[in-house]
T-cell receptor, first 119, second 111 residues
């Protein structure tokens, strides 16, 4: 079965550069989430999109932006990179209403992540 | 403020031992999920619990959702080295589209 695909898997950038991460959700999933996980930390929610519209926003810096395109893939753009941006960035997708109780959030399926290293 | 606190943060045990991981919050969750994450990989869903008092079993893993839907536990029987990983609980309040992850429990099972 198709899973969430993220690219690139590894990315090395210098301070003040720009980086773009891509995410291709599971086909027919309508919601995409971005999480940031620093070393030894739990994933922190950045932003989510439902049917190509931003649905929720977490601790995403103003230097970051994201969007979901007509083919449902999503991109996370990070500008003016800082050393502290070095982390694993995970994308996840879900299908609304497919939670165990038919609730708003179905189970999240995560990609393998993109490891960003800022030098 | 961290909504979900997990304990213990680290656990190192020998193969065959039993263990319990706790996930506690002051918030009520409409559903709570447990994930396991291995180094360099994304979290993988283990189970979702939605009903207060619910108990779900997945082979040697037993998950319980508290009656008030504010806490959960994961019990592993006869741990094996393959159980090694980071265990994360994650809650959904029902009003938001996102999951909030717990602080994580890093488990190491040695021979």
């Amino acid at each position: 079965a198709a899973g969430v695909i993220q690219s690139p898997r590894h990315l090395i950038k210098e301070k003040r550069e720009t980086a773009t991460l891509k995410c291709y959700p599971i086909p027919r999933h309508d919601t995409v989430y971005w999480y940031q996980q620093g070393p030894g930390q739990d994933p922190q929610f950045l932003i989510s999109f439902y049917e190509k519209m931003q649905s929720d926003k977490g601790s995403i810096p103003d230097r970051f932006s994201a969007q979901q395109f007509s083919d449902y893939h999503s991109e996370l753009n990070m500008s003016s990179l800082e050393l502290g941006d070095s982390a694993l960035y995970f994308c996840a997708s879900s299908l609304t209403g497919t939670g165990v109780a038919g609730g708003p959030t179905g189970e999240l399926f995560f990609g393998e992540g993109s490891r960003l290293t800022v030098l | 403020t961290q909504l979900l606190e997990q304990s213990p943060q680290f656990l190192s045990i020998q193969e065959g031992e039993n263990l319990t991981v706790y996930c506690n919050s002051s918030s009520v969750f409409s559903s709570l999920q447990w994930y396991r994450q291995e180094p360099g990989e994304g979290p993988v869903l283990l189970v979702t619990v939605v009903t207060g008092g619910e108990v779900k079993k997945l082979k040697r893993l037993t998950f319980q959702f508290g009656d008030a839907r504010k806490d959960s536990s994961l019990h592993i029987t006869a741990a094996q080295p393959g159980d090694t990983g980071l265990y994360l609980c994650a809650g959904n309040t029902g009003t938001a589209s996102k999951l909030t992850f717990g602080t994580g429990t890093r488990l190491q099972v040695t021979l």
